[in-house]
């Protein structure tokens, strides 16, 4: 399938401890004090979870230490490119003997932020055969060349299903708990102002139109537009970019911006224009209105296959987009594990992994200015990211790169989608 990522095993996977909190219950139950499971769980809901610890002589790093109460099966972690199909042990929970204590420590550097869920498996359901959007999943993770055990991606698969948010954490983002750790850098573009705070000031609200038979939303700011931002997955912008433009424009990051977020199809539609589709780019670059700006005051961004048609349309109309913004942009493309290509590929059906990379190395040309970031916890797109990256920086582009410590993650990109909106406007 070469529309879907490469199946790689994490060649470093996070290093799997005993929490010191955890240690010290494991310690009370063996001195008999009968108490310390429920005075555990008083603790861990005062505090909220994950629990992070300090590594004594590790200051680079914290013990975080996922939990889940009650009765189950098993119970997996499914963190954001820090757990793995491939390394199944290493995501299950282990339970403390006796207890409804189920838990998993990582050692994690302490710059990540990250969203995750949890899933349990119900008690005396192991073994049942796979069923529906599980069975799919499982489907297209083996066509697509996953080295993980059968077993193991099914159970990931149902995970996928099944994973609901952490119940003690309360900081959570489209259904996902999030966690960042204290070297997190600040999001504080997404904290409403002052003004913006005030009950008396409504932040302003994209207006949804239909062009050429899409859905864009249209947001404009409170006084005169001097340049445009096209944003793709736009539906994934609605609550947060007002807020974060409306900061940016008020301290004077960024010019006043009128953003063009452009809704994604469903999944076939959304992966064949996302995947450097000519007749998608003439659509940003002629169907969307320009506002009159000049390209260098109109940027297109995205995330993900976004991302790599981002920057795809910035090279292919440079009369139009004189910057993009590529946050995890999918810079493997297409994927050459032999496979069925539902998502179909066209004329590109022939095309070799990284095209975007070696399309720009025999053009001779590359955007002007560019945004691109990338997650250290993203194994599969690290190495793609950064030999795009050097395509760019010999092609003559002016490249703001960036590589955070998370993974292929919205928790992530919503706050350093300012960081390059800043870049690629200064």
Not at 50 to 71: K, M, N, S, Y
Not at 77 to 89: C, E, I, Q, S
Not at 128 to 143: N, Q, S, V
Not at 282 to 293: E, N, R, T
Request: glycine share 12%; aromatic share 6%.
């Amino acid at each position: 399938m070469r529309n879907v990522p490469p199946q790689l095993p994490c060649p470093s996977p996070p290093e799997v401890l005993t929490g010191r909190r955890v240690a010290a219950l494991a310690a009370d139950l063996r001195a008999g004090r009968a108490g310390a499971p429920d005075a555990f769980w008083a603790e861990a809901a005062a505090r909220g979870t994950p629990l992070v610890e300090e590594i004594p002589g590790d200051p680079g790093h914290r013990a975080v230490t996922f939990l889940w109460r009650g009765a189950a099966e098993d119970v997996l972690v499914m963190a954001n490119k820090l757990t793995d199909p491939g390394l199944l042990g290493a995501s299950l929970m282990e339970r403390l003997d006796g207890t409804d204590v189920w838990h998993r420590t990582y050692r994690i550097r302490s710059g990540w932020r990250g969203s995750y869920r949890l899933a349990p498996r119900a008690p005396g359901t192991a073994g049942r055969p796979l069923g529906g959007e599980a069975a799919r999943r499982r489907d297209a993770m083996l066509a697509a060349g996953s080295p993980a055990p059968r077993a193991a991606i099914e159970r990931w698969c149902l995970g996928l299903t099944q994973a609901v948010a952490d119940p003690l954490n309360p900081r959570t983002l489209n259904g996902h708990s999030v966690a960042e750790l204290p070297d997190a850098p600040p999001q504080r573009w997404l904290t409403p102002g002052p003004h913006r705070s005030d009950p008396g000031h409504r932040t302003a609200r994209p207006e949804r139109r239909t062009i050429g038979g899409r859905t864009v939303w249209r947001l404009r700011p409170d006084r005169r537009p001097e340049g445009t931002l096209v944003l793709l997955d736009g539906e994934c912008w609605l609550d947060d970019l007002p807020v974060l433009l409306g900061n940016l424009t008020e301290a004077g990051a960024v010019p006043p911006l009128t953003a063009l977020l452009v809704e994604a199809g469903p999944p076939p539609a959304r992966i064949r224009d996302l995947t450097c589709d000519d007749a998608f780019v003439a659509f940003l670059a002629d169907g969307l209105p320009s506002g009159d700006h000049p390209p260098v005051r109109t940027v297109v961004a995205g995330q993900s296959l976004g991302g790599l048609t981002a920057l795809y349309a910035a090279h292919r109309r440079p009369d139009r987009f004189g910057a993009a913004i590529a946050q995890s942009g999918s810079f493997w493309w297409p994927n050459e594990s032999p496979g069925p290509d539902p998502g179909g590929l066209g004329d590109r059906g022939g095309a070799g992994g990284e095209w975007l990379t070696a399309e720009l190395a025999a053009a001779g040309r590359v955007p002007a200015r560019a945004y691109v970031e990338v997650g250290t916890y993203e194994w599969a797109l690290l190495d793609p990211t950064r030999r795009l990256r050097d395509a760019l920086c010999a092609g003559g582009c002016e490249l703001t790169y960036r590589e955070y410590e998370g993974g292929h993650d919205h928790a992530c990109w919503r706050g350093s989608l300012a960081d390059g909106l800043i870049a690629v406007f200064s």
